[in-house]
């Protein structure tokens, strides 16, 4: 008897202690577009065609992404980098985002992405740049370690800058980098990013 209570003991420890772990979804990347704004919550329709609700957390940061220019981009800056490896190690880049100050460090690091197949995501510092007849080529620095880039002419550059809750409304393209599936099904953000002007944010 004793044998079975603490089998069944053991088993019920085991069913509380796993179960919000299986339950518990990793963060997801949303691409699309605001259809509808009721308050905090705005019912969107991913990239992939799925209706969903995101819910932007009380007082979490709204980014409007803009368009920015190779001009921009200069040591000391601190972006990131959506690529492709090549064969030499380095990443031809398919899109910048130039971060505020205020962001610096964000994301830091090399890994891989989600936006196109075998694309990768670079956040670092800029600690060189260097024109060449084969265009730029910038050296990105980040805390383990560090990449070259290369720009080709038609790498989207775009830049965020401070916005507000109330500046997100329908047909606006949002990304959102990490949200976080609760029960319901919503979608919770920390952080939106939305295209100013109609523009889609490329990362």
Same mark, same amino acid.
């Given at each position: 008897m004793?044998?079975?209570? !603490?089998?069944?003991?053991?088993?019920?420890?085991?069913?509380?202690?796993?179960?919000?772990?299986?339950?518990?979804?990793?963060?997801?990347? @949303? !691409? $699309?577009? @605001?259809?509808r704004v009721d308050g905090n919550i705005f019912e969107v329709k991913t990239r992939e065609g799925n209706d969903i609700k995101v819910l932007l957390k009380e007082n979490a940061p709204v980014l409007a992404v803009v368009r920015a220019s190779l001009s921009d981009i200069k040591p000391g800056t601190y972006i990131g980098v959506s690529g492709k490896p090549q064969p030499d190690g380095s990443q031809k880049a398919t899109e910048i985002h130039i971060f505020p100050e205020a962001l610096r460090g964000v $994301?830091?690091?090399?890994?891989?992405?989600?936006?196109?197949?075998e694309?990768?995501?670079?956040? $670092?510092? @800029?600690?060189?740049?260097?024109?060449?007849?084969?265009?730029?080529t910038l050296t990105l620095k980040y805390k383990d370690g560090e990449k070259k880039?290369?720009?080709?002419q038609q790498t989207d550059i775009?830049?965020?800058?401070?916005?507000?809750?109330?500046?997100?409304?329908? $047909?606006?393209?949002?990304?959102?980098?990490?949200?976080?599936?609760?029960?319901?099904?919503?979608?919770?953000?920390?952080?939106i990013a939305f295209g100013k002007d109609g523009l889609t944010p490329p990362m």
């Open positions: 004793k044998t079975l209570l !603490r089998a069944a003991g053991a088993a019920l420890i085991f069913a509380i202690a796993s179960g919000p772990l299986q339950a518990q979804e990793p963060p997801k990347r @949303i !691409r $699309g577009t @605001i259809e $994301g830091d690091g090399h890994r891989p992405w989600d936006l196109e197949p694309s990768t995501m670079t956040n $670092g510092n @800029i600690e060189e740049q260097v024109t060449s007849a084969d265009g730029q880039i290369t720009l080709p775009v830049a965020f800058q401070k916005a507000e809750a109330g500046d997100l409304k329908a $047909g606006e393209k949002i990304f959102v980098s990490a949200a976080i599936k609760l029960p319901d099904g919503t979608f919770e953000a920390q952080r």
